[in-house]
């Protein structure tokens, strides 16, 4: 996913504007998403940042985390489907030779 795609999911997930959506992924971006103890610190970012409350902050906070658990779990996905197909194919191969070699 590249950032002007999170700018504008996030935009039509949270019903804000592409740039107050920017201004999210930015301040995101200063952060570590993932931390817990730098979450109170990002959210209190976005509020002031966007002239909002907390409350409102810390909701477009959760939907952007909520998006980049999304495409994780689908690039996980993509990669275990890609391994699988790679997986097969060789066994494929290695029957087909096997047999080439026995006839």
Do not use: C, W
């Amino acid at each position: 996913m590249t950032k002007q795609t999170f700018i504008e999911r996030l935009a039509v997930k949270s019903g804000i504007t592409k740039e107050q959506s920017a201004v999210v992924v930015n301040t995101i971006e200063q952060h570590n998403l993932f931390s817990k103890e730098e979450k109170p610190e990002i959210i209190s970012d976005i509020a002031q940042k966007l002239e909002t409350n907390e409350q409102t902050a810390e909701k477009y906070f959760a939907e952007a985390s909520q998006i980049v658990a999304s495409e994780i779990k689908s690039q996980t996905v993509k990669y275990i489907a890609g391994t699988a197909v790679i997986v097969i194919a060789g066994i494929i191969v290695y029957r087909l030779k096997k047999k080439n070699r026995e006839s």
